[in-house]
């Protein structure tokens, strides 16, 4: 998204901005930078670029939404695969996704071994399983997730998912992971995080945004994940929000 902003920036410098009068600007020196509008009201446009105008975009900014689910649980399976993958593929760059495949299972402890029994059966549990260590081994886990979870056969369209995305990740390596103590541990770990939320989870998918959860940011991440997103990314907001239109007729306004 970088690109096009520049490119889109750089056009404006050049053709449009020359030749307006400058209204007064309304905003203190610390949010100068902070929009397209502001940097423009203040004169400071070509500044705000130079001085990395697009930190907005960079990773603390970034809406953090939180999945909390299971492998084999069809409102998951929906919410994953045709909201939640699309909306970051839209909004990668002001949004980043958290995955903890758990949900509803339950924790044990059996001779030092952490052990799982999932609301859908021991099938699920595998899907948690190979979905964590995904998860923890590989950047393109969200793709990959994303093609199992799209699939008939969500567990044995794993290796073929992966294989699609990463073919440099052997399903071995994946696997041993799966059967071993890191996968033990990696579940260990969604098990505490879905034991620690708050308010505790009474159902899935059960979202988080910036790590809260409400029932008004629940019902919104179910209508519409763009528009929550969109609403509250506090940066510039990119073209798949809609709004950049909006910025652009606004800028010689007061001529
Ligand atoms: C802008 O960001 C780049 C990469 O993060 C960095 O190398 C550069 O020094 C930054 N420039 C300014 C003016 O902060
Ligand atoms: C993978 O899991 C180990 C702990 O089992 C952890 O130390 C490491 O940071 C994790 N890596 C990623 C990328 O999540």
């Not at 750089?10 to 009068?21: D, R, S, W």
């Not at 339950?106 to 399983?129: D, S």
């Not at 799209?150 to 369209?157: K, L, M, P, Y």
């Not at 919104?220 to 990314?233: D, E, P, Q, R, T």
Request: with cysteine; net charge negative; hydrophobic share 35%.
């Amino acid at each position: 998204m970088k690109g096009p902003l520049l490119l889109v920036l750089t056009v404006l410098l050049n053709t449009q901005f020359g030749g307006c009068v400058l209204s007064s600007c309304t905003y203190p020196p610390s949010k100068w930078c902070s929009s397209l509008d502001s940097a423009i009201q203040c004169g400071v446009l070509k500044q705000c670029l130079e001085s990395n105008f697009t930190r907005s975009h960079e990773a603390s900014d970034k809406v953090e939404v939180g999945l909390y689910y299971e492998s084999l649980c069809p409102g998951c399976r929906n919410f994953l695969v045709f909201s939640l993958f699309p909306t970051w593929l839209m909004l990668g760059d002001i949004m980043s996704v958290t995955l903890v495949p758990y949900g509803n299972a339950q924790e044990k402890t059996v001779a030092g071994k952490y052990v799982y029994e999932c609301q859908h059966g021991e099938p699920e549990c595998l899907g948690n399983l190979i979905e964590s260590c995904l998860l923890n081994m590989t950047d393109l886990a969200f793709p990959i997730i994303f093609c199992m979870e799209s699939s008939t056969d969500v567990i044995n369209n794993g290796q073929s998912c992966t294989k699609l995305y990463q073919p440099d990740l052997s399903w071995d390596t994946v696997m041993k992971c799966v059967k071993g103590d890191q996968g033990n541990q990696l579940m260990h770990q969604n098990a505490l995080m879905t034991q620690a939320l708050n308010p505790p989870h009474e159902y899935v998918p059960w979202v988080t945004i910036n790590g809260e959860h409400t029932d008004d940011l629940q019902e919104k991440a179910m209508n519409s994940l763009v528009s929550l997103v969109c609403s509250l990314y506090k940066g510039t907001k990119p073209a798949a929000c809609g709004g950049s239109k909006r910025h652009f007729k606004s800028y010689c306004h007061n001529e």
